[in-house]
């Protein structure tokens, strides 16, 4: 098989080349980033070498770059990471994330329209879902929840997941779509909650929790939904979502104060600040449906999970350490200062 792969130098996407690489030798995987803020080369310098990796710095807005790629390597089906991520510079600006998320999932679905009915898979999100209480353990989102987004990151989410059904009843087009849940793991951008706790607490600096810290999500190692995805793609029914999680629902406050615990600093640097806008109480999945449909379940417990993921923060600092030394640090001031 021959695969492009969009995003592929931000967090999930470079953890999902690294496992598909590994797990399937024989298949040629073609990159496309665009590099913003949120993509790495350093992530993928593990594979630059590998003959059956091709990286392409590119956007997904460019019609006439992505139909030329296209054109050019034939692929046999696309899986699209590649989005503006972060809920809070989508509250900032909104914008980009209509712009990425919506209209680069056009254009690479057109792309595959016009080369060969290519098959396409919609990396989304459980947060197209919105939110659910704190005070209803029972509630879980399944693959028949209404939409009902809260932030314009979301929204964007949910507008590509209806065009990408809607190209799946109009042309035809071979997608599948999956909703996973809050992922953690390696080559974690550090302006997400796990990353950016580990590095202030190496820091000794303050550590930001929004509002009251009861906030809760549903975390999963990245590695288990890469596989996830990797599943749907060669198996999954077309024209289906499939959520994506591990039942491990967790209280902000509690993951930080287990990352200090961790990492043997003191609860003293916990700072409570203002709180998101609009923030979503509580993400729960049911993932049900993958499991009986493909035998997917996740392997990594959060336990061995958050350990691996500290200790590679702490074996790989130059990975962070350039990216905080940035222009990481005029996001940091604007969104955190006096706040
Ligand atoms: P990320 O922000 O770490 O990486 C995004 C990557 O996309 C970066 O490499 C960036 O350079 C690239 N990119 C952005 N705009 C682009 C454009 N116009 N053209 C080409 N490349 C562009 O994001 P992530 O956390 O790895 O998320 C990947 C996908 O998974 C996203 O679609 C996100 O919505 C979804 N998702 C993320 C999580 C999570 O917990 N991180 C959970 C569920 C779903
Ligand atoms: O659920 C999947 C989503 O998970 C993905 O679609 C998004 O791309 C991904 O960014 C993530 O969204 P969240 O908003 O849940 O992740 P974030 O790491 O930004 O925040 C997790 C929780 O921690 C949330 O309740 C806000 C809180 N938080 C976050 C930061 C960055 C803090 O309390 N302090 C912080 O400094």
């Avoid at 392409?56 to 006439?64: L, N, S």
């Avoid at 712009?99 to 057109?110: C, F, H, V």
């Avoid at 958050?306 to 969104?335: A, D």
Wanted: hydrophobic content about 35%; glycine content about 6%; some cysteine.
């Amino acid at each position: 098989m021959k695969i492009v792969v969009t995003g592929g130098a931000g967090f999930i996407g470079g953890n999902f080349i690294h496992y598909y690489l590994k797990a399937h030798p024989e298949d040629r995987v073609i990159c496309i980033d665009k590099l913003t803020y949120a993509g790495n080369l350093s992530t993928l310098a593990p594979v630059m070498n590998n003959d059956k990796f091709r990286f392409v710095k590119a956007d997904i807005c460019d019609r006439e770059t992505v139909f030329a790629l296209f054109e050019e390597e034939q692929p046999d089906a696309v899986i699209n990471f590649a989005a503006e991520s972060h809920v809070d510079r989508s509250i900032e600006d909104p914008e980009v994330f209509l712009r990425t998320n919506i209209l680069g999932t056009a254009t690479l679905m057109d792309a595959c329209r016009v080369f060969g009915n290519v098959r396409y898979h919609q990396v989304s999100t459980d947060e197209v879902y919105g939110d659910l209480p704190l005070n209803r353990p029972d509630l879980l989102f399944t693959e028949n929840t209404p939409i009902h987004t809260s932030s314009p990151y979301s929204s964007s989410k949910a507008g590509a997941d209806l065009l990408v059904q809607a190209y799946n009843r109009t042309y035809g087009l071979p997608v599948t779509i999956s909703r996973c849940s809050n992922n953690y793991g390696p080559y974690h951008f550090p302006e997400k909650l796990i990353p950016l706790m580990i590095v202030n607490c190496l820091y000794d600096k303050p550590l930001p929790v929004y509002g009251e810290g009861l906030n809760v999500r549903d975390w999963l190692y990245v590695e288990d939904h890469c596989k996830a995805i990797d599943l749907i793609v060669r198996k999954g029914r077309i024209g289906e979502v499939y959520n994506v999680g591990g039942h491990n629902e967790m209280r902000n406050i509690d993951i930080v104060k287990l990352i200090i615990r961790e990492l043997g600093k003191s609860e003293d640097l916990i700072t409570y600040v203002t709180d998101r806008k609009g923030h979503d109480l509580r993400y729960a999945i049911d993932p049900t449906k993958i499991h009986e449909e493909l035998g997917w379940l996740p392997e990594t417990c959060f336990e061995e999970g958050i350990k691996k993921t500290i200790k590679w923060y702490l074996e790989n600092r130059s990975w962070w350490e350039e990216i905080i030394n940035g222009e990481y640090q005029h996001y940091y001031e604007k969104m955190y200062n006096n706040r």
